[in-house]
């Protein structure tokens, strides 16, 4: 819990104690400015993959020659800044796991009893709905592989792999603050996750790789920020994720509540390259309401390097490698992360 309190510090100090940008002289900040001021999202929980803002925002001349930089956004944290009204984006994130190990209960890593691998491809739709506020719908494909297990399926299998549609979920974004010179943008959102992926009827000689879904329907309020401090431009989300209850192959489960706390840095290089440097983290705990949790906790820390092409002032390319390297009850994955988006 320390970590996590932590965590929290870091993203309220990065919200509202950040140094201040250089702006216009003689005029105010308005909504035009603003915009561009700053760019504004799985794993996932874990390794879930969100995605990378809403749309190219325009650079802007500022006092003495000095331009706002203008990016897409990080990879997986999710952005701040709503899409424009009526205008609408796409975004593929594809990401490719590998998991030899896990975090155990105590926080240790050990051996995974296999190798297991998974692809993802997540498509991120995104439409400016009215003003300062977006909804964007997440349908993602995931594809499981297991190797050479250590302890083998009902008929002998050691190997196996399953895939099919994940959990879909849905968003709604709305800025709650326009960035000034001392303020950041600040956005409220609430997003549903539906359980479409499979979770139940599960074939014992799949080796779990048809696990596709979590099961339950996860409803997450949460606050977005984001803030231009040259010459970098900083990100955070701070989310509660609530999950309910369901009836899977063993019985019934009553999954606990989790918290995510994502913070991400960019830095622009060139006019068309951004270095991207990115924390994320699941934090795992009890339930508000209903009654108490019979599923183990799990929390997930990641670190993600990446870099960013914008190709024109609709497309942009970026790489990032996903690296767990803190975690309790889950995969130790590497994961390469390929994401593109266009923007109409």
């Known amino acids: 819990m320390r970590s996590v309190r932590y965590l929290l510090m870091v993203l309220f100090v990065l919200a509202l104690a950040a140094p201040n940008p250089v702006w216009p002289v003689n005029e105010s900040v308005g909504p035009a400015d603003e915009k561009v001021a700053a760019e504004s999202e799985a794993p996932a929980e874990g390794a879930e993959v969100e995605g990378r803002g809403e749309g190219f925002q325009p650079a802007t001349e500022v006092a003495k020659g000095v331009e706002i930089p203008a990016t897409f956004g990080p990879i997986v944290t999710d952005t701040a800044i709503p899409m424009e009204k009526g205008n609408f ?96 943008t600040v956005t409220a959102l609430f997003a549903t996750d539906f359980p479409t992926g499979k979770f139940k009827n599960l074939n014992p000689g799949a080796l779990n790789t048809d696990v596709l879904g979590g099961g339950a329907y996860v409803f997450t309020p949460g606050f977005n920020v984001s803030k231009y401090i040259k010459p970098f431009i900083v990100y955070g ?19 606990g509540d989790f918290v995510t706390v994502n913070l991400a840095a960019e830095y622009p290089i060139t006019g068309k390259w951004v270095a991207l440097l990115e924390l994320t983290s699941t934090w795992g705990g009890g339930r508000l309401f209903g009654p108490k949790t019979n599923l183990p906790q799990e929390s997930l820390v990641s670190i993600i390097p990446g870099i960013e092409y914008m190709a024109t002032d609709k497309f942009s390319v970026a790489l990032g490698l996903s690296i767990d390297f803190v975690g309790k009850n889950n995969d130790a994955a590497v994961t390469p992360l390929l994401s593109m988006i266009y923007a109409f």
């Not at 989300?237 to 999954?255: E, H, I, R």
């Open 237 to 255: 989300n701070l989310w509660y994720s609530m999950q309910t209850s369901f009836t899977d192959d063993v019985g019934k489960a009553y999954p």
């Open 89 to 184: 984006a796409i975004q593929p994130t594809f990401g490719y796991s590998f998991a030899n190990s896990i975090f155990d209960e105590h926080w240790k890593r050990t051996s995974a009893g296999g190798n297991f691998q998974s692809f993802s491809m997540d498509w991120r739709l995104t439409y400016g709905l009215i003003e300062n506020m977006e909804v964007y719908a997440i349908i993602p494909y995931d594809h499981n592989w297991a190797r050479k297990v250590i302890e083998p399926g009902p008929n002998g299998e050691t190997s196996a792999n399953s895939g099919g549609l994940a959990d879909i979920k849905l968003t709604l974004k709305y800025r709650l603050v326009e960035e000034t010179e001392t303020l950041p």
